[in-house]
C-alpha cells in the first residue's frame, strides 16, 4: 500500500525535495539578505553594548548580560521564522501531499536539514563577531564551545518555532510564540546572584527551559576552568571566576549535560512539531474526502 502511494523511495523523495528547499532558499535572494543585515547588526550593536568587557573583572554582570543578550537573539530569531513562514508553506504542502506527491517523514527530514546550512554560516558570523567586539578570551576550546551553544539554542528555537507554527495560523502563532518564550527566558535567568540559595522546586522549573541550558552552556564556555579576570581597581570579587559561577547556580554544572539537555529539547519539540503536523494534514485529508463522498453521493 506504501508503495502504491509513494511509488518513489524515501531517499529519492528526500534529495528531490532538499534540492528544491535549497532552490528556494538561495533564489530568495531578498530574504538571505535581511537574514544576513539581521545577524551582523545584531552583533555589531550588542559589540557596542558591551565592548571589551570580556576579561574586566570589574563587569562580570555585564558580560553575563551579553551571554543572555545571544540567548534572547538566537531564541527570538530562530522561533519567529518558522512561526512567521511555516503556516504558508502549509498551503501548499496540504495540496502537494494531498495529491501524494511524497511522504511527510521526507518533506520533514528535508525541512529539518535544509536549514541547517544556512543556520550555520548566520550563527558563526553573529557569534565571531559578537565575541570578538566584547573581548572575550580568545581561546580556540572556549570559542568552539561558546558557538556550540549558540547554534544548539539556534536548533532547539527553530524547533520550537515548528511546533508553533504547524499549530497556529501566522495571527495566532505571532502571540502563542513570544507568549512561550517569554516564560522560559525568565526562568533561565532565575538565581542571578543567589544561585547557591535556589529552590528545588525553582531547580525543577528551570529544568524545564531550554534557554536555561543553553545560558548556562555560554557560561561554563567563557568562566569554567579560568584564571583570574584583570582587576584595575584595589578589590574585584569576581575576578575569580568560581564564585560568578557559584552565585549564578552554574558552579555544579557540566558543559556536556548542557548540550544534551538541548539536544533533548530538540528532540521532543521536532517529534511534537512532526505529529501536529501529521495531524493538520490528515484531518485536512480527511475532510477533503468526505467533502468528495457527499458531492459523489448527491450526483448519485
Same mark, same amino acid.
Not at 557560561?219 to 557559584?246: G, H, P, V, W
Not at 547556580?249 to 519539540?269: C, E, P, R, W
Given at each position: 500500500?506504501?508503495? $502504491?502511494?509513494?511509488?518513489?523511495?524515501?531517499?529519492?523523495?528526500?534529495?528531490?525535495?532538499?534540492?528544491?528547499?535549497?532552490?528556494?532558499?538561495? @533564489?530568495? *535572494?531578498?530574504?538571505?539578505?535581511?537574514?544576513?543585515?539581521?545577524?551582523?547588526?545584531?552583533?555589531?550593536?550588542?559589540?557596542?553594548?558591551?565592548? #571589551?568587557?570580556?576579561?574586566?573583572?570589574?563587569?562580570?554582570?555585564?558580560?553575563?548580560?551579553?551571554? !543572555? /543578550?545571544?540567548?534572547?537573539?538566537?531564541?527570538?530569531?530562530?522561533?519567529?521564522?518558522?512561526?512567521?513562514?511555516?503556516?504558508?508553506? !502549509?498551503? $501548499?504542502?496540504?495540496?502537494? &501531499?494531498?495529491?501524494?506527491?511524497?511522504?511527510?517523514?521526507?518533506?520533514?527530514?528535508? %525541512?529539518?536539514?535544509?536549514?541547517?546550512?544556512? #543556520?550555520?554560516?548566520?550563527?558563526?558570523?553573529?557569534?565571531?563577531?559578537?565575541?570578538?567586539? *566584547?573581548?572575550?578570551?580568545?581561546?580556540?576550546? =572556549?570559542?568552539?564551545?561558546?558557538?556550540?551553544?549558540?547554534? $544548539?539554542?539556534?536548533?532547539?528555537?527553530?524547533?520550537?518555532?515548528? %511546533?508553533?507554527? /504547524?499549530?497556529?495560523?501566522?495571527?495566532?502563532? /505571532?502571540?502563542?510564540?513570544?507568549?512561550?518564550?517569554?516564560?522560559? !527566558?525568565?526562568?533561565?535567568?532565575?538565581?542571578?546572584?543567589?544561585?547557591?540559595?535556589?529552590?528545588?522546586? #525553582?531547580? #525543577?522549573? $528551570? *529544568?524545564? /527551559? &531550554?534557554? @536555561? +541550558?543553553?545560558?548556562?552552556?555560554?557560561?561554563?564556555?567563557? &568562566?569554567?576552568?579560568?584564571?583570574?579576570?584583570?582587576?584595575?581597581?584595589?578589590?574585584?570579587?569576581?575576578?575569580?571566576?568560581?564564585?560568578?559561577? =557559584?552565585?549564578?547556580?552554574?558552579?555544579?554544572?557540566? +558543559?556536556?549535560?548542557?548540550?544534551?539537555?538541548? !539536544?533533548?529539547?530538540?528532540?521532543?519539540? @521536532?517529534?511534537?512539531?512532526?505529529?501536529?503536523?501529521?495531524?493538520?494534514?490528515?484531518?485536512? +485529508?480527511?475532510? =477533503?474526502?468526505?467533502?468528495?463522498?457527499?458531492?459523489?453521493?448527491?450526483?448519485?
Amino acid at each position: 500500500m506504501q508503495k $502504491m502511494e509513494f511509488p518513489t523511495t524515501f531517499m529519492t523523495q528526500f534529495k528531490i525535495l532538499i534540492k528544491r528547499m535549497f532552490t528556494q532558499t538561495i @533564489r530568495n *535572494s531578498l530574504s538571505l539578505w535581511i537574514q544576513l543585515l539581521h545577524h551582523v547588526s545584531a552583533a555589531g550593536l550588542l559589540g557596542g553594548i558591551f565592548f #571589551m568587557i570580556g576579561n574586566d573583572g570589574n563587569a562580570p554582570i555585564a558580560n553575563f548580560k551579553f551571554c !543572555l /543578550s545571544c540567548v534572547v537573539f538566537f531564541m527570538y530569531t530562530y522561533i519567529m521564522i518558522p512561526v512567521l513562514l511555516f503556516p504558508m508553506e !502549509l498551503r $501548499m504542502l496540504r495540496r502537494e &501531499y494531498f495529491n501524494r506527491w511524497y511522504s511527510l517523514k521526507a518533506y520533514y527530514a528535508a %525541512l529539518t536539514l535544509s536549514t541547517l546550512p544556512f #543556520m550555520l554560516i548566520l550563527g558563526l558570523l553573529f557569534i565571531v563577531i559578537g565575541y570578538v567586539m *566584547s573581548g572575550q578570551l580568545l581561546e580556540w576550546d =572556549r570559542f568552539i564551545l561558546f558557538t556550540i551553544s549558540g547554534i $544548539m539554542i539556534a536548533i532547539c528555537s527553530e524547533g520550537l518555532g515548528l %511546533l508553533v507554527g /504547524s499549530t497556529f495560523s501566522v495571527t495566532n502563532g /505571532s502571540i502563542v510564540g513570544p507568549a512561550t518564550a517569554a516564560p522560559l !527566558l525568565a526562568l533561565c535567568c532565575y538565581g542571578m546572584g543567589f544561585g547557591s540559595y535556589i529552590e528545588w522546586i #525553582m531547580k #525543577m522549573f $528551570m *529544568s524545564l /527551559s &531550554y534557554l @536555561r +541550558y543553553g545560558l548556562t552552556g555560554f557560561c561554563l564556555a567563557l &568562566y569554567q576552568k579560568r584564571s583570574l579576570m584583570e582587576c584595575n581597581t584595589d578589590f574585584c570579587l569576581y575576578a575569580d571566576t568560581k564564585i560568578l559561577l =557559584r552565585d549564578l547556580g552554574m558552579a555544579n554544572d557540566n +558543559y556536556g549535560t548542557q548540550i544534551a539537555g538541548l !539536544l533533548a529539547f530538540t528532540v521532543v519539540y @521536532r517529534f511534537f512539531a512532526y505529529f501536529m503536523l501529521r495531524y493538520r494534514l490528515t484531518t485536512e +485529508y480527511r475532510n =477533503r474526502l468526505m467533502t468528495y463522498v457527499s458531492k459523489f453521493l448527491k450526483h448519485r
